[in-house]
C-alpha cells in the first residue's frame, strides 16, 4: 500500500477538487459535440433557416451588422419566390423539422409579412422574429396570434436616451416597452426575449436595463457583445476592448447566480472550459452551413446572415436555384475545417471545441479570427 502522504492531505482543497471535476465533466460533453459537429460537417442537417425578409428598416442604428436603411431596393424577394423556396424545403425535409427565424431589417415593415407566415404554418413551420419592437401595434399582435408566432426577440440597447440616440428613433423606448407589456399577454408564445448589445455606449446603464426588464417581468434577456460587422466595423469607437468584454462577462454571471431572470450571452464566441455553460446554458457550436442557412433579403442563399457578405460566399439564390440542391451540394466552405487556413488556429489546443470562433467574425481576408477569447480572457481561458 503506498504511504498516506500527509502534506497532501493536509492542503486538500475541496473547491478546487470539485471545480476540477467539473472541468473534466464539461470537456467529455464538448467532446461528444465536436465529434457529432465532426459528423454534421460531413452529413448537414437543416435545423434553422433565417429569413431576412427585407433590408429596409425605421431605424438607423449604429452598429447595425447588415448596414440596414429607409432605400427601397429593386431586387427584394416576392412573397410568391420566397414561398416556393419555403415548398421546396418543405418536400425535402417537412416544414415542421425548420425552424424559420425572422429577420431584416426591420420585418415588419414587410406589409405581406403575416401572408407568408399563414403559407409557412399551412405547411407546418414553427416561426420566431428578431424585430426592433417599433412597428407593433394590437393589429400586428392579432395577427401574430393568427400565425402562431413561437418565439420574439425585441432589441433594446439602453435606458430611453441611450437606446433612442443609438438607433435613431426618437420616441421608440415607450413604445417598445408598451409593447414588451403587452406581448407578455400573448398566449400562443413560446419566449418572449429582450436582446441587449453591449458596446462602449451601454455598458454604463447594463445594471439599469436589468432592474427595468425586472420591473416589467421579462423573463429572458439576451445579451450579446457587439461584432465588428456592418455599420458596427466603421464605428469602432462602439466596440468593445478587453476590459469591456470582461465586465459583461462577469456582469452575467453575477446576473445568473442571483437567478432573477434567464439571462444568457449571446451566441458568438466560444469562452473556454471555465467559462462554456457559465454564461448561456448552451456550449459553443458555430453550426452555420452545416445546420443554419439563410435566405437573404435578394433572394441569396447564403449562411447565418450575420456574417460578411461576400460574394465568393453566396451559395445560390432561389430565383434561379432550388434551395434544397444548393443546401446538399454547396457551402464547402463551412464545410471544412478552418484550421487548414490558419497556423495560429491549427496550433490551439483549444480548437477541436472552437474551430477558429464564429463565422460572424472570421475574417475572410486574412483567414484569421477577427476576435480570439483566448486572446481577450488569457488566464482564465483554459482549454
Ligand atoms: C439585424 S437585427 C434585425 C432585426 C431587427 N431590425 C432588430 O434590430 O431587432 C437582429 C439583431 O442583431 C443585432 N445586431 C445588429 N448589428 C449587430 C452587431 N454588429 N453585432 C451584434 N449584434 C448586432 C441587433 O441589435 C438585433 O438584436
Ligand atoms: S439593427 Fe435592426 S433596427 Fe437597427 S438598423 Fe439594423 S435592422 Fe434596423
Ligand atoms: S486561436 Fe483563438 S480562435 Fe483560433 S482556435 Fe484557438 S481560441 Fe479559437
Not at 448589445?197 to 436595463?209: D, I
Not at 456574417?307 to 434561379?320: A, D, P, T, V, Y
Amino acid at each position: 500500500m503506498d504511504e498516506l502522504d500527509i502534506e497532501k492531505v493536509l492542503n486538500f482543497d475541496e473547491n478546487e477538487f470539485l471545480k476540477d471535476v467539473f472541468r473534466q465533466v464539461k470537456l467529455e460533453s464538448m467532446k461528444t459535440i465536436a465529434k457529432e459537429k465532426k459528423e454534421l460537417m460531413k452529413k448537414p442537417k437543416l435545423v434553422d433557416l433565417f429569413l431576412e425578409v427585407t433590408s429596409r428598416c425605421n431605424a438607423r442604428c449604429e452598429h447595425c451588422g447588415s448596414s440596414c436603411g429607409d432605400f427601397m431596393p429593386k431586387d427584394e424577394i416576392t412573397k410568391e419566390e420566397l414561398e416556393k423556396a419555403l415548398l421546396d424545403i418543405h418536400n425535402a425535409y417537412g416544414g415542421k423539422n425548420v425552424y424559420l427565424f425572422v429577420t431584416g431589417g426591420e420585418p415588419l415593415v414587410r406589409k405581406d409579412l403575416f401572408d407568408i407566415m399563414k403559407y409557412a404554418r399551412s405547411l407546418g413551420y414553427n416561426w420566431g422574429m428578431t424585430t426592433n419592437g417599433m412597428l407593433i401595434n394590437d393589429k400586428i399582435i392579432e395577427k401574430m396570434k393568427e400565425t402562431e408566432i413561437k418565439t420574439i426577440s425585441i432589441s433594446l440597447d439602453g435606458l430611453k436616451e441611450t437606446h433612442e440616440k443609438f438607433r435613431k428613433v426618437p420616441g421608440s423606448f415607450d413604445i417598445i416597452i408598451d409593447n414588451l407589456k403587452k406581448l407578455q399577454k400573448l398566449d400562443c408564445l413560446v419566449e418572449l426575449q429582450v436582446t441587449t448589445v453591449a458596446n462602449k455606449k451601454n455598458l454604463h446603464e447594463l445594471e439599469s436595463v436589468y432592474n427595468l426588464l425586472l420591473d416589467i417581468g421579462i423573463k429572458n434577456w439576451r445579451l450579446a457583445t457587439v461584432d465588428p460587422i456592418g455599420r458596427a466595423k466603421a464605428n469602432d469607437e462602439i466596440l468593445l476592448d478587453k476590459d469591456g468584454y470582461n465586465y459583461v462577462f462577469n456582469f452575467i454571471k453575477e446576473k445568473r447566480q442571483e437567478g432573477k431572470i434567464k439571462l444568457e450571452y449571446g451566441c458568438s464566441h466560444y469562452l473556454g472550459v471555465d467559462n462554456e455553460m457559465e454564461l448561456r446554458d448552451y456550449y459553443f457550436n458555430c453550426g452555420t452551413g452545416i445546420h443554419i442557412g439563410s435566405i437573404l433579403s435578394n433572394g441569396d442563399i447564403f449562411a447565418c446572415p450575420n456574417i460578411e457578405r461576400r460574394k465568393e460566399l453566396i451559395q445560390g439564390n432561389i430565383r434561379k436555384d432550388n434551395f434544397v440542391d444548393v443546401w446538399e451540394n454547396k457551402y464547402e466552405l463551412f464545410r471544412k475545417k478552418r484550421a487548414n487556413t490558419n497556423a495560429k488556429c491549427k496550433r490551439c489546443k483549444s480548437y477541436k471545441y472552437c474551430h477558429g470562433d464564429s463565422f460572424h467574425t472570421w475574417n475572410f481576408d486574412d483567414n484569421k479570427p477577427n476576435i480570439c477569447m483566448k486572446e481577450i480572457l488569457g488566464k482564465d481561458f483554459y482549454v
